[in-house]
């Protein structure tokens, strides 16, 4: 991953191949947004050169400009934050604005940032978004632009002690994030059930993380009718792990739940050929909860953390699941299988009910459950639903750690639409409100303990082109609310 280190040098003497500048709106005018001390001469072009270069300071906009001797930089990049107050810009603005930039310079060995980080919250902010930006996937590529080398992040706080603790989270959130990016991008040929086990092992040797995994002959023994049953139909048979962290003293214990659909053909209900060219991204719940696990013991968090991620790959074959088979999950509930593409809260059942019966304080999963969650909230907004108290929890988090989530009900009459002749609950109900269908399954499987859904179907993978820190491909999307989430657990 690209270096980052604090520094309170003079900016103008960094000899840098750019220094990165905040460009924002007010009155509908551009101008710079204060950051590391620029020399005089330096401020008043630029000032002068923004309307003349078109420069409107708008979010993701990125502009390089050559500023003459006065810096020993090569170039000032200025960077867009948007529309910004008297306080200057919000922490996700300024995420956003280092991530565009430091992407955008990619090929480059040596950045300074030279932006606002007057805090050590705005330090944080903005090393963590520079790294974020920073994030290449080259595993297949024959070539590639490399990423940022260095960055040097100005700011008169370097020695102080909140930065540096803001900087050394930073670092943790993006190889967590970068982690989860990785596992989202790679192929389904490479990443299967078993594999992505011995994935999960690898990343938690020699860390305080533990890992167990049942493989199918266990799986079979304990009950798992739900990973049994989507897995069947792969010639790579399903896996569920544990991932636990578990501190001295620890004041909580959160479980967390991951989808871990390796790659989803649908099934014998199978889906058209353009709806599996991103199904390779449908284990991104359980890379995210693998990885926040893993953060959480980076940063000593005094709460333990029990992951579960339920890893099966769906295919279609003369073995697969069949659509009015009838399945039992682990714990006796039965179901009815009538769409074998409803696959994702059949696995997750199994491990809901596996997570409950370590009986944690709260219950969190995550998935890319539901094309629904696009057509209710698009691509770029994730969904919480849950125990109230909890989902607002989730939200809560979500806004301080700067990721998109959006309070969603689970309408108890919606529940009615699953019901089935032959067995306790079916696995497909009302297709209006297909994403609460789908929550409200889960439901079922959770039991007393408190808990909440994330449904990350659309902002897991980014179809698009890059905006801010979001690459194309895997985007790490909840990877920082469920560690904020934990680290307010550890609070309280």
């Given at each position: 991953?690209?270096?980052?280190?604090?520094?309170?040098?003079?900016?103008?003497?960094?000899?840098?191949?750019?220094?990165?500048?905040?460009?924002?709106?007010?009155?509908?005018?551009?101008?710079?947004?204060?950051?590391?001390?620029?020399?005089?001469?330096?401020?008043?072009?630029?000032?002068?050169?923004?309307?003349a270069l078109g420069v409107s300071g708008k979010a993701d906009e990125v502009v390089r400009v050559a500023v003459g001797k006065e810096l020993a930089a090569t170039v000032v990049v200025l960077t867009g934050v948007g529309e910004v107050g008297e306080d200057g810009p919000t922490l996700e603005t300024l995420r956003r604005a280092a991530g565009a930039a430091t992407r955008s310079l990619a090929g480059t060995a040596d950045v300074?940032?030279?932006?606002?980080?007057?805090?050590?919250?705005?330090?944080?902010?903005?090393?963590?978004?520079?790294?974020?930006?920073?994030?290449?996937?080259?595993?297949?590529?024959?070539?590639?632009?490399?990423?940022?080398?260095?960055?040097?992040?100005?700011?008169?706080?370097?020695?102080?002690?909140?930065?540096?603790?803001?900087?050394?989270?930073?670092?943790?959130?993006?190889?967590?994030?970068?982690?989860?990016?990785?596992?989202?991008?790679?192929?389904?040929?490479?990443?299967?059930?078993?594999?992505?086990?011995?994935?999960?092992?690898?990343?938690?040797?020699?860390?305080?993380?533990?890992?167990?995994?049942?493989?199918?002959?266990?799986?079979?023994?304990?009950?798992y009718g739900g990973l049994i049953g989507v897995g069947q139909g792969s010639q790579r048979p399903p896996r569920l792990v544990r991932v636990s962290y578990s501190p001295v003293r620890a004041k909580a214990h959160v479980g967390l739940v991951g989808k871990g659909i390796t790659f989803d053909s649908g099934g014998l209900s199978i889906k058209p050929a353009k709806g599996m060219e991103t199904m390779k991204m449908d284990m991104?719940?359980?890379?995210?909860?693998?990885?926040?696990?893993?953060?959480?013991?980076?940063?000593?968090?005094?709460?333990?953390?029990?992951?579960?991620?339920?890893?099966?790959?769906?295919?279609?074959?003369?073995?697969?699941?069949?659509?009015?088979?009838?399945?039992?999950?682990?714990?006796?509930?039965?179901?009815?299988?009538?769409?074998?593409?409803?696959?994702?809260?059949?696995?997750?059942?199994?491990?809901?009910?596996?997570?409950?019966?370590?009986?944690?304080?709260?219950?969190?999963?995550?998935?890319?459950?539901?094309?629904?969650?696009?057509?209710?909230?698009?691509?770029?907004?994730?969904?919480?639903?849950?125990?109230?108290?909890?989902?607002?929890?989730?939200?809560?988090?979500?806004?301080?750690?700067?990721?998109?989530?959006?309070?969603?009900?689970?309408?108890?009459?919606?529940?009615?639409?699953?019901?089935?002749?032959?067995?306790?609950?079916?696995?497909?109900?009302?297709?209006?409100?297909?994403?609460?269908?789908?929550?409200?399954?889960?439901?079922?499987?959770?039991?007393?303990?408190?808990?909440?859904?994330?449904?990350?179907?659309?902002?897991?993978?980014?179809?698009?082109?890059?905006?801010?820190?979001?690459?194309?491909?895997?985007?790490?999307?909840?990877?920082?609310?469920?560690?904020?989430?934990?680290?307010?657990?550890?609070?309280?």
């Amino acid at each position: 991953m690209t270096e980052l280190t604090l520094t309170t040098k003079n900016v103008a003497r960094i000899p840098a191949d750019a220094v990165v500048v905040a460009v924002g709106r007010r009155d509908g005018q551009p101008l710079l947004v204060p950051g590391a001390a620029l020399p005089s001469a330096v401020t008043s072009t630029l000032t002068t050169l923004l309307p003349a270069l078109g420069v409107s300071g708008k979010a993701d906009e990125v502009v390089r400009v050559a500023v003459g001797k006065e810096l020993a930089a090569t170039v000032v990049v200025l960077t867009g934050v948007g529309e910004v107050g008297e306080d200057g810009p919000t922490l996700e603005t300024l995420r956003r604005a280092a991530g565009a930039a430091t992407r955008s310079l990619a090929g480059t060995a040596d950045v300074a940032l030279a932006l606002p980080a007057d805090t050590a919250e705005r330090v944080g902010a903005v090393a963590e978004g520079a790294l974020l930006g920073t994030y290449s996937y080259d595993r297949y590529r024959t070539e590639h632009r490399a990423p940022v080398a260095r960055l040097e992040l100005v700011t008169d706080l370097a020695r102080s002690k909140e930065a540096k603790a803001a900087h050394a989270r930073a670092v943790v959130v993006a190889e967590a994030v970068a982690g989860v990016r990785d596992l989202v991008n790679a192929s389904p040929a490479d990443l299967y059930p078993e594999s992505f086990a011995e994935e999960a092992a690898a990343a938690a040797k020699g860390t305080k993380v533990k890992v167990k995994v049942l493989d199918e002959k266990a799986l079979l023994a304990g009950g798992y009718g739900g990973l049994i049953g989507v897995g069947q139909g792969s010639q790579r048979p399903p896996r569920l792990v544990r991932v636990s962290y578990s501190p001295v003293r620890a004041k909580a214990h959160v479980g967390l739940v991951g989808k871990g659909i390796t790659f989803d053909s649908g099934g014998l209900s199978i889906k058209p050929a353009k709806g599996m060219e991103t199904m390779k991204m449908d284990m991104a719940g359980a890379a995210t909860v693998l990885h926040a696990v893993m953060a959480a013991a980076a940063l000593d968090l005094p709460v333990k953390v029990t992951g579960w991620l339920a890893l099966a790959e769906n295919m279609p074959s003369g073995s697969a699941q069949r659509p009015s088979d009838v399945i039992t999950i682990r714990g006796g509930k039965t179901v009815e299988v009538l769409n074998t593409d409803a696959e994702g809260r059949l696995v997750m059942a199994d491990a809901l009910v596996a997570a409950g019966e370590e009986n944690p304080d709260v219950i969190v999963d995550i998935a890319t459950l539901t094309g629904a969650q696009m057509v209710a909230l698009g691509s770029q907004v994730g969904a919480v639903m849950g125990t109230e108290d909890v989902r607002e929890e989730v939200i809560a988090a979500a806004g301080a750690a700067g990721e998109d989530f959006w309070p969603m009900p689970l309408p108890a009459e919606l529940a009615e639409s699953m019901k089935s002749q032959v067995a306790d609950i079916a696995n497909m109900g009302d297709r209006f409100g297909g994403m609460l269908v789908a929550g409200l399954f889960l439901k079922e499987f959770v039991g007393a303990t408190p808990w909440a859904h994330l449904d990350i179907a659309g902002p897991a993978f980014n179809e698009g082109k890059p905006r801010g820190y979001t690459p194309e491909g895997g985007t790490g999307t909840g990877l920082r609310t469920l560690l904020t989430f934990l680290e307010r657990a550890a609070t309280r």
